[in-house]
């Protein structure tokens, strides 16, 4: 079973930055799209930012022009680097990978345990 591994959580400043990391436990085949997501506490799930693998990145609006998507779908690793935090950026966040691979193309997706990040005002 593939593990989804994040790192670079934690409590920074209005302001700050926090660059965050995700790696695969083990090498997967296939993706079509690595990105990540947040949970605010009573709050749906959102896409914050993700590569579309071989086109281009999507962000949310709420975070374009603050927030860098980054990823290499060979090693399995993407980052998140965000700028200019406000205390509404405060979530968990989730990493994702999706993709496809088989012979049969079968689809699959992983997700992170969490990164708490939390933003002070």
């Known amino acids: 079973q593939v593990q989804l591994v994040e790192s670079g959580g934690g409590l920074v400043q209005a302001g700050g930055s926090l660059r965050l990391s995700c790696a695969a436990s083990?090498?997967?085949?296939?993706?079509?799209?690595m990105g990540w997501y947040r949970q605010a506490p009573g709050k749906q799930r959102e896409l914050v930012a993700r590569?579309?693998?071989?086109?281009?990145?999507d962000y949310a609006d709420s975070v374009k022009g603050r927030c860098t998507i980054s990823g290499d779908s060979a090693k399995n690793t993407v980052d998140l680097q965000m700028a200019s935090l406000k205390p509404e950026d405060t979530a968990v966040y989730y990493c994702?990978?999706?993709?496809?691979?088989?012979?049969?193309?079968?689809?699959?997706?992983?997700w992170g345990q969490g990164t708490q990040v939390t933003v002070s005002s």
């Open positions: 994702n990978m999706y993709g496809r691979s088989g012979p049969n193309l079968k689809t699959y997706e992983y």
């Open positions: 083990r090498t997967i085949f296939g993706i079509r799209t």
């Open positions: 590569i579309i693998i071989g086109d281009s990145a």
